[in-house]
């Protein structure tokens, strides 16, 4: 690996337009195009592209196309757990998306953070990635966008149009944006 993608991976500044980064973004984009251009009823071929774009993905889960992400092999999808249509996830650091998810139309799932106070570091692509873990049995409703570092607790519900931008605990309804916790579950 080389010293941005480790940079990247580690949590540390790194340069999004380092060469072997830009090389990595292609070919996520190509296994995206073939996936996103596949028909409703090729359901092997996406399973196919997805196994080989993503970490791991596991027994019975599936994307819906159109399905983005920079990277591909930093997202981790259990089992029987549901991207559903145009979701973006910003793979810069890990997304760990438990078992039995269901994720609704339009979600983003956002790890890249960029320095706010040096302008100069922004300017020059200088940016950090924290790590969005989803649990188990956890369900987000459409629109719904997890900002970098959060992680959702199993079994806890978001509302539609949500932003996440910190923890949220287990067996909870959250909403609004901020996202707040509404009741428990």
């Not at 996406?46 to 399905?67: C, H, K, T, V």
């Not at 910003?90 to 320095?115: E, K, N």
């Amino acid at each position: 690996m080389g010293q941005h993608r480790d940079r990247m991976l580690a949590g540390d500044l790194y340069r999004d337009n380092d060469p072997e980064l830009v090389a990595e973004r292609r070919r996520c984009g190509r296994l995206l195009d073939r996936f996103n251009a596949t028909r409703a009823d090729q359901d092997a071929q996406r399973r196919a592209i997805l196994e080989e774009l993503l970490g791991e993905i596991g027994e019975g889960s599936w994307i819906m196309p159109r399905f983005q992400c920079d990277y591909g092999y930093s997202i981790r999808l259990g089992r029987n757990s549901f991207l559903n249509y145009d979701a973006i996830v910003m793979d810069c650091a890990p997304v760990t998306i438990g078992d039995d998810v269901s994720i609704g139309p339009r979600a983003q799932l956002l790890t890249a953070l960029h320095p706010m106070d040096d302008h100069d570091l922004r300017r020059a692509r200088w940016e950090t990635a924290a790590p969005i873990t989803i649990g188990d049995n956890v369900w987000l409703g459409g629109g719904v966008i997890v900002c970098p570092g959060v992680r959702i607790g199993a079994n806890t519900v978001v509302g539609a149009g949500a932003v996440v931008t910190r923890e949220l605990p287990e067996k909870v309804f959250a909403a609004g944006n901020p996202a707040r916790v509404v009741r428990a579950l």
